[in-house]
């Protein structure tokens, strides 16, 4: 048992001392040395089992305080044969440093399809940075011409956008010297669609009617509110000056426009019973009040726009009057 022990032993450490799935790993530069503040593509390389894990190096900003990174490709890989894998990475560095420069190893650890674990590192390599050979018999000049930046659309978009304000300005004022030329306003609003004048007297006597001011002991108010409402609708639909007649003037204006007798004899009464209780300090019964109301309801809608005939002799209106004989109470 002691002698399989020990024999066990010593294979583990030979297991050991064996190479893991990580065959070779190379950095390779495409040259050793360059000028100051140039380019040097680093080409690494990694050859490996498949199914191992590897873990890369980390590469940030910098190799070393000397040498910096400029830009890195992805890590790409390929199938080289036999089972085996190769990774490759190219990086491009510079430096800023003169003289000879190493180049660190750098780590790689490995985990076979078995489970060993090892770590590798690269070769190191020297750089030789190269200093710029001045002419002392010559002007000083900067070492690479200045380059220049394209154009691009934030550059211009300052301008475009000035452009555009002073373009939107010009055409502001154009309009409004125009409109001020033709007397007519810079920014013309729509106007609300107004009601028929037949419509604001109806909903106006409505109004009337719901306040009930005859009922209060207010006929003399009563009868001036409806005689109103009628000299307005007057004014409004036959562009009679009502406003401004007696009674009788307006029962002279308006024969021409209530062709009916009846409408005419409505608009008698009403008036009469309102001189009655405004002049004469009459006081109209209750009956008579309510009649008034009607005989004003009763002129208003008889009296709207009539239907009229389109040009395909079909019957529209915009204003359609109720039945001349109905009374609305």
């Known amino acids: 048992m002691k002698h399989n022990s020990g024999l066990y032993i010593i294979l583990a450490f030979i297991a050991l001392l064996l190479p893991v799935s990580g065959k070779s790993q190379k950095v390779i530069p495409d040259t050793t040395s360059i000028l100051i503040g140039g380019h040097l593509k680093v080409t690494i390389e990694l050859e490996t089992e498949k199914g191992s894990l590897v873990e890369w190096p980390v590469l940030e900003d910098t190799i070393s305080k000397s040498i910096e990174i400029i830009s890195k490709n992805k890590a790409d890989t390929v199938n080289s044969g036999n089972n085996k894998l190769l990774i490759s990475q190219i990086?491009?560095?510079?430096?800023?440093?003169?003289?000879?420069?190493?180049?660190?190893?750098?780590?790689f650890k490995l985990k076979g399809i078995s489970g060993e674990i090892a770590d590798l590192k690269s070769e190191p390599f020297l750089l030789e940075i190269k200093n710029v050979q001045v002419?002392?018999?010559?002007?000083?000049?900067?070492?690479?011409?200045?380059?220049?930046?394209?154009?691009t659309l934030r550059d211009f978009l300052p301008w475009i956008l000035l452009a555009a304000a002073i373009g939107l300005l010009g055409a502001l004022l154009w309009f409004f010297i125009r409109n001020r030329k033709r007397n007519k306003p810079f920014i013309k609003l729509p106007s609300k669609p107004q009601k028929p004048p037949h419509t604001i007297a109806i909903e106006m006597l409505e109004e009337l009617k719901n306040e009930q001011l005859w009922q209060k002991g207010?006929?003399?108010?009563y009868y001036t509110r409806l005689t109103d409402i009628l000299r307005e609708f007057f004014e409004k639909r036959f562009g009679v000056n009502a406003a401004e007649m007696t009674?009788?003037?307006?029962?002279?204006?308006?024969?021409?426009?209530?062709?009916?007798?009846?409408?005419?004899?409505?608009?008698?009464?009403?008036?009469?019973?309102?001189?009655?209780?405004?002049?004469?300090?009459?006081?109209?019964?209750?009956?008579?009040?309510?009649l008034s109301m009607t005989y004003a309801k009763t002129i208003v809608l008889n009296s709207s726009v009539a239907p009229s005939i389109n040009d395909n002799g079909n019957g529209s209106s915009e204003e359609v009057s109720e039945n001349k004989n109905t009374v609305i109470e």
Request: glycine fraction near 4%; aromatic fraction near 8%; avoid cysteine.
């Open 91 to 107: 990086i491009t560095v510079t430096s800023f440093d003169t003289g000879f420069i190493v180049f660190p190893p750098l780590n």
């Open 218 to 221: 207010q006929v003399k108010e």
């Open 247 to 290: 009674s009788d003037e307006i029962l002279f204006a308006m024969k021409d426009h209530l062709v009916e007798a009846s409408l005419m004899n409505d608009l008698k009464k009403l008036l009469l019973l309102s001189d009655l209780a405004k002049f004469a300090k009459g006081q109209p019964i209750g009956s008579e009040n309510e």
């Open 135 to 151: 002419d002392t018999a010559k002007d000083i000049k900067d070492i690479k011409p200045v380059l220049n930046a394209p154009y």
